[in-house]
């Protein structure tokens, strides 16, 4: 329930007023919490919850609610901070590091722990001969000061990318998987290449089927796990072998990142970053998907020729059928582009198009998200950006 209080937190952003600062101290307090509930500090771990999660969840409300108590002087002495500032502002960080390497893995926490210390340390870097390297430094005070105190650092511009763009994305996404969109792109791209004679027909339906899914995802992990668990048997009984078709898998899968209009979360970064519009990024990053996965398809040819594979016949409506009954999966999508081209902003855009979504799910009456369905998909929506929010705010700490 609490990843589906998140949902709804950022879909009151898009119409209500909250201050950006504890928009984002906010954000970031409930995905703390939620990723060591979620994330174990072990995979042997799984799927319990520790004590130790729930210290850190504790922690992470007891660290991040200070800034939003005393908001109205916290905001004032950035420059000079109390010791409680300190103290939290250093277990804010250590949290955020340690959510990450829950989501992500090591590396990405131990580089920005590099760069901690190399801002720390700078000064006495002349005395080991690295004169190169060497700077003033900065005290704990002015390092705490910016990563925990201003929109600098933890809570910087990454971060609200994850909070604003990525989040409502992800939500949008989960409304439409949970709608059934996901069973529709594959059935119809199964339709339209299921029957043909080609050997190379099951893999032309893996890619057009992952970059269908790629359309309401935007993840490449989760698109490839999709993808695998529905058409690995197609591929199979044409004969591609397991790393064959797993190469197919995973390549059509992780294309996600690339297919508009929802994209992966650099596609958002890249558009703050550039001061671009997103629908910009959208547009640009029409050819080269088209390439990517054209080039995959070019690749499918080549070796279903070389293993002699043989077409397979799928039982399957046809694309009319399909289309005629569950085609309205295909409106939300494009509502997000024309609202976009409109002028709208892409907040407003995929708030509009979510609710649209769960408007015309109610079509079909095995797709209509009733209340339980519908928490169901805002707590997957939650779930999603996790990795995405410990990724991003560390992103903050480098920066």
Not at 278 to 299: C, E, G
């Amino acid at each position: 329930m609490l990843a589906a209080g998140l949902s709804l937190y950022a879909l009151y952003w898009v119409v209500g007023i909250v201050q950006p600062q504890i928009y984002r101290v906010s954000f970031l307090l409930v995905t703390l919490v939620l990723t060591f509930l979620v994330f174990p500090a072990h995979p042997r771990w799984r799927p319990r919850v520790m004590w130790l999660d729930w210290a850190l969840g504790a922690a992470a409300i007891a660290a991040l609610a200070w800034p939003v108590i005393d908001f109205d002087r916290f905001v004032y002495r950035a420059a000079t901070p109390l010791t409680v500032d300190l103290v939290l502002g250093g277990v804010t960080t250590l949290l955020v590091l340690e959510a990450t390497r829950r989501t992500v893995g090591p590396i990405l926490p131990v580089t920005a722990v590099v760069f901690l210390l190399y801002g720390y340390y700078g000064p006495y870097l002349e005395l080991v001969g690295l004169e190169l390297f060497a700077h003033r430094g900065y005290d704990a005070a002015r390092l705490v000061g910016t990563l925990y105190m201003t929109l600098e650092g933890i809570f910087g511009v990454p971060l609200n990318v994850c909070a604003t763009f990525i989040i409502l994305f992800t939500i949008f996404g989960a409304i439409l998987a949970k709608s059934g969109a996901g069973p529709f792109f594959i059935n119809w791209t199964m339709a339209a290449f299921g029957r043909s004679e080609s050997g190379a027909g099951p893999g032309r339906t893996v890619t057009l089927s992952g970059f269908l899914l790629g359309t309401v995802s935007g993840s490449g992990v989760a698109t490839t796990v999709t993808l695998g668990a529905v058409v690995w048997p197609l591929l199979r009984r044409a004969g591609f072998s397991a790393e064959i078709g797993g190469g197919i898998l995973s390549a059509s899968g992780i294309g996600a990142i690339m297919a508009p209009p929802m994209m992966g979360a650099a596609a958002f970064l890249i558009a703050e970053f550039l001061q671009i519009t997103y629908l910009q990024v959208i547009v640009m990053a029409i050819v080269p998907a088209i390439l990517y996965y054209f080039s995959i398809v070019l690749m499918i040819e080549a070796d279903a020729r070389r293993l002699g594979t043989k077409a397979v016949t799928v039982d399957v409506p046809s694309v009319g059928e399909l289309t005629r009954r569950y085609g309205y999966q295909f409106l939300p999508l494009i509502s997000i582009v024309v609202l976009l081209v409109s002028g709208m902003t892409p907040f407003r855009a995929v708030f509009l198009s979510t609710l649209l979504a769960v408007g015309l799910s109610f079509i079909r009456r095995e797709n209509a998200l009733w209340p339980r369905r519908l928490v169901e998909a805002l707590e997957a929506g939650g779930r999603g950006v996790l990795s995405v929010a410990a990724t991003t705010a560390t992103a903050g700490i480098l920066g």
